[in-house]
C-alpha cells in the first residue's frame, strides 16, 4: 500500500503523521517540542509503559525542515492517551490537558444528559398516552377500535392455525 505523508499543525509547529498500510503513524518527537516536553524523557516513558512499549516503530517521515528523517512514532490510536499520561510542568501541555477534560466533560456529561432528557421525554409521553386512552375509554370510537384489536387477534389465531394445519398435512385441497 502506498505511504501518505501529512502534517497537522500543533501548537505552532508541524507533526508528520505517516500512513502507512491503513496505520497513522505519528512523529513524536515534534510533539514534544510543541508541547515544550522533553522527548527523551518520554521516549523513556514510552519504553517503560507495558502497553506502549510494544508500540512504536522508527518511520521514515518528511521533518518541518521538509527532509525526510527517521523518527520514532506511535500509532495515532495511542497518541492522545500518551498524550494524557504526560507528567511535566509545561504550560503548553496544561493547556493541551485543559482542553482535553473539556472535550471529554462535554463529550460524556453531554451523552448522559442527552439521555436524560429522552428519557423524561418518552416518560411525559407514556403519561399522556394513558391520560388520553382513559378519557376515551368510555367514548364509543375506543369501544370500536378495541371491538377491532380484539377479531383482529382473532383472526392472527385463526391464519396461524390453518399454517399448521397446512404444515402437517391435516388440511387437503383438491382440484377437479
Known amino acids: 500500500m502506498k505511504n501518505i505523508e501529512r502534517f497537522l499543525e500543533f501548537n505552532g509547529k508541524k507533526i508528520s503523521i505517516l500512513n502507512q498500510d491503513g496505520v497513522w503513524w505519528v512523529a513524536l518527537k515534534p510533539i514534544c517540542e510543541a508541547l515544550n516536553v522533553d522527548f527523551e524523557a518520554q521516549r523513556k516513558n ?31 490510536k495511542y497518541i492522545y492517551g500518551w498524550l494524557f499520561s504526560i507528567r511535566s510542568e509545561s504550560q503548553e501541555l496544561k493547556e493541551y490537558k485543559l482542553k482535553c477534560y473539556d472535550v471529554l466533560y462535554n463529550h460524556f456529561h453531554g451523552a448522559l444528559t442527552a439521555r436524560m432528557t429522552i428519557l423524561t421525554e418518552q416518560d411525559t409521553i407514556t403519561t399522556q398516552i394513558a391520560e388520553l386512552e382513559k378519557a376515551l375509554e368510555e367514548t364509543e370510537e375506543y369501544k370500536k377500535i378495541q371491538e377491532l384489536k380484539r377479531r383482529k387477534g382473532e383472526t392472527r389465531k385463526e391464519l396461524t392455525q390453518l399454517d399448521r394445519d397446512l404444515k402437517s398435512g391435516q388440511l387437503s385441497i383438491i382440484f377437479n
Request: charged fraction near 25%.
Open 46 to 76: 514510552i519504553q517503560d509503559d507495558n502497553i506502549l512499549a510494544q508500540l512504536p516503530s522508527i518511520q521514515t517521515v518528511v521533518a518541518s525542515d521538509l527532509k525526510a528523517r527517521k523518527m520514532l512514532c506511535l500509532p495515532e
